[in-house]
């Protein structure tokens, strides 16, 4: 089909440099969305919501447990959006997994409000999905089967995540205090909010 439109109306391909600086921001971005997370002891949805869970119920670290329940979508990814996307995820889920066991070591808060900070969770983390998105990548999960929704039947990744983040918060009332599951809430609506917002198709072409 692409070779039907002429070569000066195709998107144009990300470079390598390109795609390796939007993948280490918008994991970087998510790492710190995360140290500001468990700072507050919140969750929030998608696979990552999950992982929390798993880790404060276990004690297991968030970067282990996240990095295994996502090891089942790539099947999903490899098999519904190709190889390239598979491979950008799975990058991108490993450095994540890395970054959130390093990153609370660099950045400490002596004061940070709940309010403000499931805001600014949700700000910094939304930034970071639009960056790995727009990059052929996603955080893996949930997130893989929101982007194939929306590239087959152009239901909204962000509406795909919220049902997901509801059974995810359903579920958190029963690890953590309810007053952190409504902050939790609100983290995750400001990222859904800003996927949904921003994440068009046809807004961004580049591949």
């Given amino acids: 089909m692409t070779d039907?439109?002429?070569p000066?109306?195709?998107p144009r391909r990300h470079t390598l440099l390109e795609d390796v600086q939007g993948l280490?921001?918008?994991t970087g971005m998510a790492a710190t969305g995360l140290v500001i997370l468990t700072h507050l002891g919140l969750v929030t949805g998608q696979t990552a919501g999950l992982a929390l869970l798993l880790s404060y119920a276990s004690g297991y670290s968030f970067g282990l447990v996240f990095f295994v329940v996502n090891i089942p979508f790539y099947w999903l990814g490899f098999r519904r959006i190709g190889l390239r996307f598979t491979i950008k995820t799975f990058v991108s889920v490993a450095m994540l997994s890395l970054m959130s066991l390093y990153f609370p070591q660099l950045i400490s808060?002596?004061?940070l409000d709940p309010i403000f900070g499931a805001v600014l969770f949700g700000a910094v983390t939304?930034?970071?999905l639009l960056a790995l998105f727009r990059h052929g990548s996603s955080l893996g999960g949930v997130g893989i089967l929101a982007l194939y929704l929306q590239e087959k039947t152009g239901f909204r990744a962000g509406f795909t995540q919220l049902l997901f983040d509801a059974c995810i918060f359903a579920a958190a009332f029963f690890v953590i205090p309810a007053g952190a599951v409504f902050y939790s809430m609100?983290?995750?609506l400001v990222v859904n909010?800003?996927?949904t917002f921003n994440h068009r198709r046809d807004w961004y072409v580049a591949t």
């Fill in 4 to 6: 039907q439109i002429p």
């Fill in 8 to 10: 000066k109306d195709r």
């Fill in 24 to 26: 280490v921001f918008g």
């Fill in 109 to 111: 808060f002596a004061s």
């Fill in 126 to 128: 939304g930034a970071g």
């Fill in 186 to 188: 609100l983290g995750a």
């Fill in 193 to 195: 909010l800003i996927i």
